[in-house]
């Protein structure tokens, strides 16, 4: 079955600074990627997501990038804000059966 | 729009107690999740929804935990007897069939003593 693995499992950086999370999975049949936020106590959010025909999705200051032939996929947060401290969830959709399977999360904080 | 509405919000029992909880997902959506998550862990899919029939409850465990959806709307996710294992948040999630795009819930707190 999928295997989803996801990097670092705590993110520091420093406010105004560059975040990247990356995932990898195994099975290359696997075509949605989508990435979620959830705060402490709230619910997960969807923040972006890229399908396996396209390499790059941007919206503001977050990206997705995904690299098919090496099966990994990374999240990219630019000038970060004490706002974008949160866990980060990465996903992938397995085609057979359009289950999600989970990465298992990275807490990234923002320093001030 | 609406979101995805769980209720309740938060919920007490003791165990052996059968509890009950309700989603009702964004309008149009076919496809529904229930979702368990643990304190710092990603969440673990129980069971989902094509309209009104479980298409994947592989994950569900059978002996306590039963789900509907009859009418391929609103859903509910009942556990009887409850355990003290099973306190966590429980996350509904909704989403345009086929695509895998999915929307949570607030998701209902469970504690059981």
């Known amino acids: 079955g999928e295997n989803v693995e996801q990097h670092p499992s705590t993110l520091s950086v420093q406010e105004g600074d560059s975040a990247v999370i990356k995932c990898t999975y195994s099975d290359s049949a696997s075509n949605y990627f989508p990435w979620y936020k959830q705060e402490l106590g709230k619910r997960p959010q969807l923040i972006i997501d890229?399908?396996?025909n396209v390499g790059e999705k941007k919206d503001q200051r977050i990206a997705v990038t995904l690299n098919k032939t090496a099966k990994h996929f990374s999240l990219h947060i630019t000038e970060t804000q004490p706002e974008d401290s949160a866990v980060y969830f990465c996903?992938?959709?397995?085609?057979?059966?359009?289950?999600?399977?989970w990465g298992a999360g990275t807490k990234l904080i923002i320093k001030p | 729009e609406a979101g995805v509405v769980q209720s309740p919000r938060y919920k007490i029992i003791e165990k052996k107690q059968p509890v009950a909880f309700w989603c009702n997902p964004i309008s149009g959506h076919n496809t529904l999740y229930w979702y368990l998550q643990n304190l710092g862990q990603g969440p673990e899919l129980l069971i989902r929804?094509?309209?009104?029939?479980?298409?994947?409850d592989s994950q569900l465990p059978k002996d306590r935990f039963s789900a509907e959806r009859l009418k391929g709307v609103d859903s509910t996710l009942k556990i009887q007897p409850a355990e003290l294992g099973d306190s966590a948040v429980y996350l509904c999630?909704?989403?345009?069939?086929?695509?895998?795009?999915?929307?949570f819930g607030p998701g209902t707190r469970l504690l059981v003593l």
């Open positions: 999630a909704s989403g345009p069939q086929g695509q895998g795009t999915q929307y």
């Open positions: 996903a992938v959709r397995m085609d057979s059966n359009y289950q999600l399977i």
């Open positions: 929804y094509e309209n009104e029939e479980a298409v994947d």
């Open positions: 890229i399908r396996s």
